[in-house]
């Protein structure tokens, strides 16, 4: 959808693609040409041309349009630029110390965010698992799910709310060390405020799919490791989260592949000039030197390269979980 | 999803097996029989209690912020700036919603709000259905391709940039179209769809097509009554999704009579649009500006969450659907 192609959407894909892509090659009919095709299918065939379209448009289309990373381009003009340039655009953004800053700064939120917000949803699921009360259960659920449907401009909005300086944190603040603190400003604190409100907004939603995952464990298992004397945390630790690996890995790749793209739309709306030391991102950077500053093309190559290393992570961890866990998405 | 492997990759190592096994012949010891239960049971009851306490504390948290908002909205902003508002109001009033309420340009963007969800919610629909269903089809010829270039703008899109370029080349911006097209069609909702049509039983298309009904007769006299409740997920997730957005907006809408309600909010969050402007006084202009943004923030999540009980399990079904294979 959006940059962040759709928070919900991305977060919780699953093997899907994969499986769909597999499967197709298995059961493709037996050789028909393009002509009998059509004309036994014209009608599907119309059903398609329009949703085809937008894909063409919408989405290939800025595919191509990347080469203005390599043109010169005039705002107004050819959508695909003027003249060829080589790498000069590579060149430039690579002796940028302001891109190496936001590069850096998109690595360590990134690696914080997986450390942090990838395995609370899992600890959620598996606690909630344990309730026994289903009424318990499903209170817990629905107020966890709030914050998911929330635009993520009320999401800033709140954050910068409970942060700022008479919000709650610096309320509490007050009261144990006597002492207020300008989170929304100031550097340092940007991440531990970030990656907080993250965890905040992902762990409820986040355990959707381990609880579905949970609800399919075999039973018999639990019988059989009840039988080999194991307690309820041995229990856990042999049946449960081996049955829930598959899901687990899946949406760690997921999670690696939009590693580049961290929040970006929610760091736009709670950053700021002060603290552009730790919150400015390569896509915040790329969004100000091209949108705000008209570098069309310095900040297209920047695209690319943020595409590329994306692209390259959800790869390599693909690649890498099927060789060590056999579990891949593709 | 990827059932198969499950049973396969839960089967309990042979160390682990051999290690309970002494375990259990100390346990036909009667004097190990009762105490290792005792003590196991407590220590469950006790884990149980933390986890109750635990779950309540996290839905404390999470329901915190907005019963923060709430309370925000209706304080008075002497309160809310000495730092006394949590979770009740205090210094009750309604003044700020009388002046949000009557405020012309939130009424506008709130309509513009609606309006956008509408006809988006419609487009995505229709393109999304027809695909969906086409691409459902074993035997359609294509239907490879036509699957893979969905899905691999999952995984790689063009980028800021071009999109930027294109829908102004395009002449899209300031019109509704820059909002309701480009991200018509989530792939994700896609593949829900597809994998819900391909799970329905084939003979009933045989038997229509045998009764000499077209492809389009089965899909709209069969197969989509049969799918209302995978609709109305897939309405519930584009309409939520465009009631949220506000990045398109932000990006393609410079006539403010134009924006979404998020843009409205937005730029008082920015303080591009002072409070001043909602009617408070160059000095207070700070003071105030809290308290205005939780009313906005308030009368923006009302439809969702007065909605949001009711219709949550079917987002929940809609993931389930999604991430269940066969």
Known sequence: MTLQLETAADKTTTAEPATAGRRTKGRRAPKTGWKAAIKRDWRLYTLIILPLLY??????????GNVIAFRRF???????????VGFQYFQLFINDPSFWQAFQNTIILGLLTLVFTFPMPIIFALLLNELRSRRLKKFVQTAAYLPHFMSIVIIAGMI???FSLNGTINQISQALFGTTVNFTQDAGWFRPMYISSEVWQTMGWGAILYLAALTRVDESLYE???LDGANRWQQTWHVTLPAIRPTIITLLILNIGTFMAVGFEKILLIYNPLNYATSDVISTYLYRVGLESSNFSYAAAIGIFE????LTLILSANALSRRLAGTSLW | MVKGTIVKETMLPRKERTDATPKRTLRDDPAFRTAPALRESTLMKAFRAFNILFLCAVVFITLYPFLNIIAQSFSSEGYINSGQVNLYPKG?????YKVILADGAFWRNYGNTVLYTVVATAISM???TSFAYAIAKKDLKGRGLFIGLAVFTMFFNGGLIPNYVLITSLGMRDTIWAIVLPNAISVFNLLIMKSFFENMPRELEEAASIDGLTQYGILFRIVLPLSKAIVATMVLFYAVANWNSWFSAFLYLDKPDLFPVTIYLRNMIAGVTTAGSAGGTAENVDQIAANIQSVTIVLTVLPILCIYPFVQKYFFSGVMLGSVKE
């Open chain 1, 55 to 64: 894909f063409l448009v919408f989405r290939y289309l800025p595919m191509i």
């Open chain 1, 74 to 84: 005039r705002p107004g003009g050819n959508i695909f630029g003027e003249t060829w």
């Open chain 1, 160 to 162: 910068l709310q409970i």
């Open chain 1, 224 to 226: 059989a490791a009840k």
């Open chain 1, 307 to 310: 595409s590329v290393i994306g």
């Open chain 2, 92 to 96: 009750f009033n309604v003044e700020t």
């Open chain 2, 126 to 128: 229709v393109l999304t």
